[in-house]
């Protein structure tokens, strides 16, 4: 027994020599081939040098001149945040979840992985395993997410060479703004508004801890998708926090029992602008290429105000749908199967196919009443719309006719009918539909032009038509002002009489006989220019163009940034048949507002890059301020493009369009401080007001996709002034009603309203004229002769 125990134990020691000395060749081994795979993979690793200063793919952001959120592009959204701006409490969750060891470690955790090691040489998987958040910079920043263990040597290296060349700090920032989250988030500021519709300092615990524990897994952990993983997930997190003495005891317990209840957050947009949303984008894709403008950070301030956009939002909308009530029902959009057991499912199904437009709710009739029906709408809720929002509802015939009223609303709906609902109030509901005719709403600052509001359509999401800046349309009776211009540059006055007998002229190449009409068909005698433009007389305003010339009147309107060359070359020129955008209108109507000088209309005010840098600023040009004003920085003076007398002259005949001529709706608003001009194209196809304060021009345009009647009485005041009328209402809300001033050269004389010259006061007909200095008519001056304060007779055909 003794020799045998004697001869084991020698057994025993070479056995253990052999296994140590097999451990230490394995660890030499070990050593040598990290060593080797570190001399042969190190050129290979990227300077980290650059981390710092790496782009991050953020979204193109539109924001409006004082920073509220337009619209985004992008396919990442991200909200890059510095380490202050981060909750103490999300850090500590984070390190909780992920590296506890992060502010100690060397950048990876040694233990962590031999144990990831040894699950791969017993399993033959690779297994991801022991990251910490030096690591997972290091892959998020620089490397592939394919697993291959080369890709995690390289991962190691990098880490050590993070670890060693930047602070933990800075290391910390890069992963919270880089890591992905889920749901398209990238960063934990991102994530934050897109689970809860909040940003990360609104957060409380278990929203923090539920963030904290999305890195691992975030498809298989978000609260959205997976809202029983995310538990268990938090659940983790919190515990971890706890067994780090991070939170209390009484903190867990309230936290880990919070509900998981969230849902997808659209990012919030202050401001509702599509259509200068697009143009943005279309800029910057032009200058900047696809690439940078929809991954570089970059940020758009417009020139818009957000309340002038929301006012102009509004009144277009109030507008459009204005002109749905006067024509009558279309009818349903669409008829589908509903029962006493239809489903909620079953209904959802069916309203699949549509979407809101303009504020209006596509929903499904489910029970029609006497005088009232109940809709199921994309909301989900079962909405009540009484009589007061169906009654309205006349079958529409056509843009001139309507069917009998109805008496109850069986004679409108029926069960099945998709409709569009529009939310009038608390508990008020209306029946509507998508209106048929189009819009367009451009409000300029006449200082500088730029862009305050712009409206291209009903519905962007509808149709993306631009019609503000896209759509060439004739004006009417509004492009009637430049021509008035035109006259009174050549020495004509506000009180010159012009006659408004018929006309027939020669017109086209085969010398076809031209008729023209007033609209109201009644022809008038000698009248004064300003009666003339307020009251938008067609055969007076013919008159004034053949004394001004054709030629010259053409070649005018290039001073209020027309071209020649779209213009027609005839008398239908003051007419308005023409065809120019509103955009285009807006910029001309802008010479008068500010007093002669022709602006350049911009949308962009400055573009800041990724790191907060401004590259790119407007230079507009700007009206030069008055006598005394400082001027600061070197501004851009805008051109002279008619005499200050002369836009004052003008503006106070379109005051007079307000106060006793087409446009006397504008009224309402009880501003002194207002002028402009209605057109109408022929039969109604396209209505008009352009207007302006000295604050803001704006024009308005109303009109179908493919020209084509409005309707009888669908003019410029009927149709487009309402919609000017609202907007400038509220843009204005707050603004001095300030007189237009007088410039210098302008003097005042008392005519005879008949006869356009000097008179007593004491006449009936006296009234009181603005002239430009030196062209007052003098007492006892004949009539018959065409010029200055006199009258223009017919000649020829005329």
Same mark, same amino acid.
């Given at each position: 027994?003794?020799?045998?125990? @004697?001869?084991?134990?020698?057994?025993?020691?070479? $056995?253990?020599?052999?296994?140590?000395?097999?451990?230490?060749?394995?660890?030499?081994?070990?050593? #040598?081939?990290?060593?080797?795979?570190?001399?042969?993979?190190?050129? @290979?690793?990227?300077?980290?040098?650059?981390?710092?200063?790496?782009?991050?793919? &953020?979204?193109?952001?539109?924001?409006?001149?004082?920073?509220?959120?337009?619209?985004?592009?992008?396919?990442?959204?991200?909200?890059?945040?510095?380490?202050?701006?981060?909750?103490?409490?999300?850090?500590?969750?984070?390190?909780?979840?992920?590296?506890?060891?992060?502010?100690?470690?060397?950048?990876?955790? #040694?233990?962590?992985?031999?144990?990831?090691?040894?699950?791969?040489?017993?399993?033959?998987?690779?297994?991801?395993?022991?990251?910490?958040?030096?690591?997972?910079?290091?892959?998020?920043? /620089?490397?592939?997410?394919?697993?291959?263990?080369?890709?995690?040597?390289?991962?190691?290296?990098?880490?050590?060479?993070? !670890?060693?060349?930047?602070?933990? +700090?800075?290391? %910390? @920032?890069?992963?919270?703004?880089?890591?992905?989250?889920?749901?398209?988030?990238?960063?934990?500021?991102?994530?934050?508004?897109?689970?809860?519709?909040?940003? $990360?300092?609104? #957060?409380?615990?278990?929203?923090?801890?539920?963030?904290?524990?999305?890195?691992?897994?975030?498809?298989?952990?978000?609260?959205?998708?997976?809202?029983?993983?995310?538990? !268990?997930?938090?659940?983790?997190?919190? !515990?971890?926090?706890?067994?780090?003495?991070?939170?209390?005891?009484?903190?867990?317990?309230?936290?880990?029992?919070?509900?998981?209840?969230?849902?997808?957050?659209?990012?919030?947009?202050?401001?509702?602008?599509?259509?200068?949303?697009?143009?943005?984008?279309?800029?910057?894709?032009?200058?900047?290429?696809?690439?940078?403008?929809?991954?570089?950070?970059?940020?758009?301030?417009?020139?818009?105000?957000?309340?002038?956009?929301?006012?102009?939002?509004?009144?277009?909308?109030?507008?459009?749908?204005?002109?749905?009530?006067?024509?009558?029902?279309?009818?349903?959009?669409?008829?589908?199967?509903?029962?006493?057991?239809?489903?909620?499912?079953?209904?959802?199904?069916?309203? =699949?196919?549509?979407?809101?437009?303009?504020?209006?709710?596509?929903?499904?009739?489910?029970?029609?009443?006497? =005088?009232?029906?109940?809709?199921?709408? #994309?909301?989900?809720?079962?909405?009540?719309?009484?009589?007061?929002?169906?009654?309205?509802?006349?079958?529409?015939?056509?843009?001139?006719?309507?069917?009998?009223?109805?008496?109850?609303?069986?004679?409108?709906?029926?069960?099945?009918?998709?409709?569009?609902?529009?939310?009038?109030?608390?508990?008020?509901?209306?029946?509507?539909?998508?209106?048929?005719?189009?819009?367009?709403?451009?409000?300029?600052?006449?200082?500088?032009?730029?862009?305050?509001?712009?409206?291209?359509?009903?519905?962007?999401?509808?149709?993306? /038509?631009?019609?503000?800046?896209?759509?060439?349309?004739?004006?009417?009776?509004?492009?009637?002002?430049?021509?008035?211009?035109?006259?009174?540059?050549?020495?004509?006055?506000?009180?010159?009489?012009?006659?408004?007998?018929?006309?027939?002229?020669?017109?086209?190449?085969?010398?076809?006989?031209?008729?023209?009409?007033?609209?109201?068909?009644?022809?008038?005698?000698?009248?004064?220019?300003?009666?003339?433009?307020?009251?938008?007389?067609?055969?007076?305003?013919?008159?004034?163009?053949?004394?001004?010339?054709?030629?010259?009147?053409?070649?005018?309107?290039?001073? /209020?940034?027309?071209?020649?060359?779209?213009?027609?070359?005839?008398?239908? $020129?003051?007419?308005?048949?023409?065809?120019?955008?509103?955009?285009?209108? &807006? *910029?001309?109507?802008?010479?008068?507002?500010?007093?002669?000088?022709?602006?350049?209309?911009?949308?962009?005010?400055?573009?800041?890059?990724?790191?907060?840098?401004?590259?790119?600023?407007?230079?507009? %040009?700007?009206?030069?301020?008055?006598?005394?004003?400082?001027?600061?920085?070197?501004?851009?003076?805008?051109?002279?493009?008619?005499?200050?007398?002369?836009?004052?002259?003008?503006?106070?005949?379109?005051?007079?369009?307000?106060?006793?001529?087409?446009?006397?709706? !504008?009224?309402?608003?009880?501003?002194?401080?207002?002028?402009?001009?209605?057109?109408?194209?022929?039969?109604?196809?396209?209505?008009?007001?352009?207007?302006?304060?000295?604050?803001?021009?704006?024009?308005?345009?109303?009109?179908?996709?493919?020209?084509?009647? %409005?309707?009888?009485?669908?003019?410029?005041?009927?149709?487009?002034?309402?919609?000017?009328?609202?907007?400038?209402?509220?843009?204005?809300?707050?603004?001095?009603?300030?007189?237009?001033?007088?410039?210098?050269?302008?003097?005042?004389?008392?005519? +005879?309203?008949?006869?356009?010259?000097?008179?007593?006061?004491?006449?009936?007909?006296?009234?009181?004229?603005? /002239?430009?200095?030196?062209?007052?008519?003098?007492?006892?001056?004949?009539?018959?002769?065409?010029?200055?304060?006199?009258?223009? *007779?017919?000649?020829?055909?005329?």
């Amino acid at each position: 027994m003794a020799s045998s125990s @004697t001869s084991g134990a020698p057994l025993k020691r070479r $056995l253990g020599f052999r296994l140590l000395l097999v451990f230490f060749g394995l660890f030499a081994a070990g050593v #040598l081939t990290a060593a080797v795979t570190a001399i042969v993979l190190a050129p @290979t690793l990227p300077p980290v040098h650059n981390i710092l200063r790496k782009h991050l793919k &953020a979204p193109l952001q539109v924001l409006t001149r004082h920073g509220q959120l337009i619209a985004e592009f992008g396919n990442e959204e991200r909200m890059p945040v510095t380490l202050k701006q981060v909750p103490p409490t999300l850090i500590q969750a984070v390190l909780a979840a992920e590296d506890r060891s992060f502010y100690t470690n060397p950048g990876i955790d #040694l233990l962590g992985i031999a144990r990831a090691a040894w699950v791969d040489l017993v399993t033959g998987r690779k297994a991801q395993g022991a990251s910490t958040i030096t690591m997972q910079v290091a892959r998020n920043y /620089f490397l592939s997410p394919r697993k291959t263990f080369t890709r995690k040597a390289k991962e190691v290296l990098l880490s050590f060479k993070i !670890a060693r060349e930047l602070t933990k +700090n800075q290391i %910390l @920032t890069l992963y919270l703004n880089k890591i992905f989250l889920g749901n398209h988030a990238y960063g934990f500021e991102a994530a934050a508004h897109i689970y809860y519709g909040k940003p $990360l300092k609104a #957060l409380d615990l278990a929203q923090l801890a539920m963030l904290a524990g999305l890195p691992q897994a975030p498809s298989l952990d978000n609260p959205i998708d997976h809202p029983h993983n995310a538990r !268990a997930r938090r659940h983790y997190v919190l !515990a971890r926090m706890r067994a780090l003495g991070d939170i209390t005891k009484a903190q867990y317990a309230q936290a880990d029992a919070a509900p998981i209840a969230t849902r997808a957050h659209m990012i919030h947009y202050h401001v509702d602008a599509p259509y200068v949303a697009e143009m943005v984008r279309e800029y910057m894709v032009k200058h900047f290429g696809k690439k940078k403008t929809y991954d570089g950070g970059y940020r758009v301030y417009t020139t818009l105000g957000a309340h002038e956009q929301e006012a102009a939002d509004h009144a277009v909308e109030d507008g459009l749908l204005a002109y749905n009530i006067r024509h009558g029902y279309y009818g349903p959009a669409a008829v589908v199967p509903v029962s006493a057991q239809t489903s909620p499912h079953r209904l959802r199904r069916d309203l =699949r196919h549509y979407t809101t437009a303009g504020g209006l709710v596509p929903g499904i009739v489910t029970s029609v009443g006497h =005088r009232s029906i109940k809709a199921y709408d #994309l909301d989900r809720h079962t909405v009540r719309v009484g009589w007061q929002g169906l009654s309205w509802a006349a079958p529409f015939i056509t843009v001139n006719a309507e069917g009998y009223a109805p008496r109850q609303a069986s004679d409108i709906l029926k069960v099945g009918d998709v409709i569009y609902l529009h939310h009038e109030g608390p508990g008020r509901w209306a029946l509507s539909q998508i209106p048929r005719p189009y819009a367009a709403l451009v409000s300029l600052r006449p200082h500088d032009g730029s862009v305050a509001a712009l409206v291209g359509g009903f519905d962007f999401y509808h149709d993306n /038509f631009n019609n503000a800046i896209q759509a060439y349309r004739q004006p009417g009776s509004s492009f009637k002002p430049f021509v008035y211009s035109a006259a009174i540059a050549k020495g004509y006055t506000a009180a010159s009489l012009f006659s408004g007998a018929p006309i027939v002229a020669l017109s086209g190449a085969h010398g076809e006989l031209w008729r023209p009409h007033n609209y109201s068909e009644h022809f008038l005698g000698l009248t004064r220019m300003r009666v003339g433009l307020a009251q938008s007389i067609n055969l007076v305003s013919i008159r004034i163009l053949r004394a001004v010339g054709i030629r010259y009147a053409v070649h005018y309107a290039e001073r /209020f940034g027309f071209k020649a060359s779209m213009l027609p070359h005839s008398l239908s $020129l003051v007419l308005g048949s023409a065809t120019l955008t509103p955009l285009e209108m &807006a *910029r001309g109507y802008t010479v008068f507002a500010s007093g002669g000088f022709r602006v350049r209309p911009y949308f962009i005010r400055k573009i800041v890059d990724e790191h907060g840098k401004t590259i790119w600023r407007a230079k507009p %040009l700007v009206v030069p301020p008055g006598p005394g004003v400082a001027i600061h920085g070197t501004p851009h003076f805008a051109v002279q493009a008619i005499s200050p007398q002369n836009a004052f002259i003008m503006t106070s005949m379109m005051q007079s369009v307000i106060r006793s001529g087409t446009g006397q709706l !504008a009224l309402s608003l009880k501003r002194i401080d207002l002028a402009g001009k209605t057109g109408t194209s022929n039969h109604e196809r396209n209505a008009w007001f352009s207007g302006f304060s000295p604050y803001l021009e704006t024009t308005v345009w109303v009109g179908f996709p493919v020209p084509k009647s %409005l309707g009888r009485y669908e003019v410029g005041a009927h149709a487009a002034l309402p919609i000017w009328t609202q907007y400038m209402g509220a843009a204005l809300a707050g603004k001095p009603d300030t007189p237009f001033a007088v410039p210098p050269g302008i003097v005042t004389a008392i005519i +005879n309203r008949h006869t356009g010259l000097p008179c007593s006061p004491k006449n009936p007909l006296a009234m009181r004229e603005y /002239f430009i200095k030196g062209t007052v008519p003098k007492k006892g001056a004949q009539r018959g002769v065409p010029g200055p304060a006199q009258s223009v *007779r017919s000649s020829g055909l005329f």
